[in-house]
């Protein structure tokens, strides 16, 4: 029962380690949270419903048709909710982007319908060993977003692209300063964020379907992620949302089912109180 | 840009769970206008798409044939946005576009927390809810047009007990009003019996991973699971079961023999067994013919939420013929007096404290259809 509940909530934590890492790149990048975060996972699992149900392309070319449809919705996302308003107020561009988690969860009904669907596994069947036995799926979800972050944290902190995006992140105007587009940085970072937030809709699909509302409940633990991990931080994000998962499923086992979520955001106040900067955190006072 | 506080991300969190309220009603000069509230908005939005498909298909019927006594037959919809406000303001926004008789939502919490209002109204209002708790309200002008939770999970319990012969039964259940209540009213009737649950588990409604639940069932030796659900849980539940090899009968509620949930769930759902107030497959005349007619107009298949509506527009019309005005006490006193009203999901006779709804059938999943086993008549 113990190997089954930590496959579970790895498979669990690292998709919440997704999205949270996609909260962490657009905060960073532009310095306000996208509450639509959760949605660009619905998003991606429509998308991937589209792509392997309809069009029924064969899985690893629809990993990567996802990824590359998920990038282009990130940069539309981009031009619509955060660069009209960049000179504006942030709690503008915090107002668009709940206009936009809205918005996609309407469009997302108008163009799929309400009814839930469902998506065929990468791998499909059961795994059986030792104790165990799970959805393949669980164990693609995992080794495929652990290869996932593994590659964006390569994009960012050894390559030149990478560069360029934390530079503008750190300073939008010195970036500019020194030949750096901007609107092509930023641009990329939403890209980028919406791409891995997808990408964990498209590997959770075959697992828990795909509805309008999938994505609130995992936007609001990969909150509690990156603030548990460090507001900023990608590491962070990640470890964040492991733990964020492990608590989820063995509270639910072992404490009480009902109050599983109730006691994450238990876990987040003390967290909080605690280590108010997160695991891998800066000082609150750089945040404020 | 600078980037944002604590205190603005959290105030801004708060805005974030305002909602807003839509209308689609129209009111029309007609005879007879009822008030629908349901919900059209929010996570709940696809059980108001079929409430509102049935209800227009039996208007259509109704209106085509023309009318009740020569009378046409009018319907405003309002959206609740799936909460009990929502339902309380959407009960007062049909009232003053001038209702005469209101059908209320599905979800028994959104119908008790209506109860008041509709005391203070004075106006005859089917709810379809199944709640034990809306015949306790003992008011004289809610009317449930379904069969109580009091009835079906005594008979799935009955069933799971008697004729499964189950010994050591475990119940899994969301923790809404529907399903809270049905899971008490089920442990009790297997304490009767004298086979009491092993274990209850519950889930919150939206939960997707089950995991947690599900490996204690696995690990108490549990010989059957009995479990409440909504649409999309019972198609996840359903498939997580198999998955985790767990080889014991399951008897479910409605939701999972409805098209919706057996979709999702496809060859998980196999020998699945259910209490049911109504299944697309249904043989029966005239809720085959429904069935088919729905299929036809809205190119999906009917589930219990379009059947009931369907159905309590039909109560409605019978109530109407009888009273042959569209008076609130008159029309309240023709609909007490309804009495075995043939609908498409079940019978309809109210009894002292205006509970509706007289029998279920249990129903199993054969070659991924639900197949009628037996009818219960509960009273």
Known sequence: MVLQLIIASLAMGIVYGLVAMGFVLIWRAVGVVNFAQGDLLMAGAYVAFTLTELEGLPMPVALVACAAIMALVGVVFHFLTYWPLRKSWDMTVIISTIGASIALKEIATLVWGPAPLSVEPIIPGIARFASVSIEWQFLVTIVIAAALMGMIFYLLEKTYIGNILQATAQDQYAAELIGIPVVVATSMTFAISALITGIGGMLISPIFFVSTTMGGSPGLKAFAAVIIGGFGSVPGAIIGGIVVGVIDTFSGAYISSTYRDAIVFLCLILALLVRPQGIFGEKISDKV | ??????????????????????????ANAQELKIGVVTTLTGEKALTGVYSRNGIMLALEEINGKGGVNGKKISVMIEDDGGNDAGAVNAFN???????????????????????????????????????????????????????ADAVSAAAIANYAA?????????????????????????????????????????YNTGDKDMTPQLAKIRASGADGILAWSQLVEAGLIMKQIQSMDIKVPVVGSNSYVTKIALDLAKDNAEGVYSVADYVYSNPAPWTAQFAANYKAKYKLESEFNSAMNYDAVYVIADAFKRAGTNDKKAMRDALAAVKEVVGVSTTYTFDANNVGGTSVAIVQVRKGVPQIIESVRGR
């Open chain 2, 93 to 147: 926004k049909v009232l003053s576009l001038g209702a005469d008789v209101v059908i209320g939502p599905i979800y028994s919490t959104m119908d008790l927390s209506m109860s008041p209002s509709i005391k203070k109204a004075e106006i005859p209002t089917l709810v379809i809810g199944s709640s034990n708790d809306i015949a306790k309200q003992k008011n004289p002008w809610m009317f449930q047009t379904r069969t």
């Open chain 2, 1 to 26: 840009m600078k980037k944002m506080s604590f205190r603005k991300i959290l105030s801004v969190s708060a805005v974030a769970v305002l909602g807003c309220f839509l209308s689609a009603g129209t």
């Open chain 2, 162 to 202: 008697k004729k499964l012969g189950l010994k050591k039964v475990a119940i899994l259940h969301d923790t809404d009003n529907f399903a809270s209540g049905a899971a008490e009213v089920a442990t009790k009737t297997l304490e009767d019996l004298k086979v009491p649950p092993i274990l209850v588990e519950k």
